[in-house]
């Protein structure tokens, strides 16, 4: 028993116009996945080469010339590989 007011041809219009939304953002949200997928593995590519231009310059920029460029990047990688203690407060 259906009211006489109730607009069954709006709820049908509503349910596919949901279904062709929820088919889209699917595809977008599989979309989204790759992109952060891809955006991690640049990432990773990215330290990788800049970690192994790091380790070049200890090696080969000593006789170089490069020590102020090598003291430079080592600030960035100063705490990588250790742990680094928390500043202790007073209580």
């Not at 709006?10 to 955006?39: G, S």
């Not at 192994?52 to 090598?70: I, S």
Request: net charge positive; no cysteine; charged share 30%.
């Amino acid at each position: 028993m259906i009211p006489g007011n109730f607009d069954t041809a709006e709820l049908v219009r509503d349910l596919k116009t949901h279904d062709i939304l929820n088919q889209r953002l699917v595809r977008v949200t599989r979309l989204q996945e790759k992109m952060a997928n891809t955006e991690m593995a640049l990432g990773s590519d990215v330290m990788v080469a800049a970690l192994e231009g790091y380790h070049y310059l200890k090696l080969a920029g000593k006789h170089e010339g490069l020590d102020a460029l090598r003291k430079l990047l080592g600030k960035r990688f100063e705490a990588n590989g250790r742990e680094v203690e928390a500043p202790q407060s007073k209580a």
